[in-house]
């Protein structure tokens, strides 16, 4: 069994002064392993490889919150006057022309893709518009050919204007014609609904005109607002 060490208060001062001279004795061999960080550095420090090309910083100092996001410049050295000059004039692939250049005047004013749209709308609507007469329209087979709008075109032209003023009253007429119907309709249902013991003053209050302007099925006249109410 191995002997218990005695606590240090029950030593005597003259076995406590043995041990501490003891470690004293014992210091020598221990200091060279310890050394401060204020001591003098090694004679010969070992050198840093030195890199090949410049590598920024991969975290750097930190920038105000508007400059923060902006992507970072490594500028070179300045252009020259006539390098400058060069790569205003020079056409790069995949790139919008040089200032200068017509097609670079035809991609930036905007006069001309406004007159290019107008026109390119304006020709649809024309082409549209003569298929839909030529469709609908009997007066079709009275236009010119081009033969005659070649020969005469002024002859061509009064044809065309007197065919577009036949087209029109024709339209005309069929708009009255749908309409008086619709009218005759309205004033028969006032007359059945009268006849049936329904309302007299028609659907909902409306009833149809005459063409003398007298209100009929009802018998007095009904006070619209704004022409409508």
Excluded: C
């Excluded at 020709?123 to 033969?147: D, H, I, K, N």
């Amino acid at each position: 069994m191995l002997p218990l060490a005695a606590p240090r208060l029950l030593l005597s001062r003259s076995s406590s002064s043995s041990s501490s001279s003891g470690l004293s004795s014992a210091l020598p061999y221990l200091r060279p392993l310890l050394r401060h960080a204020s001591s003098k550095t090694p004679p010969n420090p070992i050198p840093l490889a030195q890199p090949t090309k410049f590598v920024p910083p991969s975290h750097g100092a930190r920038l105000p919150k508007a400059q923060r996001y902006l992507p970072r410049q490594y500028p070179g050295p300045p252009l020259s006057s006539a390098t400058l000059a060069a790569q205003r004039t020079k056409k790069y692939p995949n790139m919008m022309p040089p200032a200068g250049t017509f097609m670079h005047w035809f991609l930036t004013t905007r006069a001309v893709h406004l007159w290019i749209s107008l026109g390119t709308l304006f020709g649809l609507g024309v082409y549209t518009f003569f298929l839909e007469f030529r469709r609908t329209s009997p007066f079709y087979e009275m236009l010119p050919t081009r033969r005659e709008m070649l020969g005469s075109p002024l002859e061509a032209g009064r044809r065309v204007v007197e065919v577009a003023r036949l087209h029109v009253a024709r339209q005309s007429a069929e708009t009255a014609e749908r309409r008086k119907r619709k009218v005759d309709d309205v004033v028969k249902r006032g007359a059945y609904r009268k006849a049936h013991g329904g309302e007299e003053e028609g659907l909902g209050g409306w009833t149809a005109k005459g063409e003398e302007g007298k209100v009929e099925g009802g018998g007095r006249r009904v006070k619209k607002w704004f022409g409508i109410w």
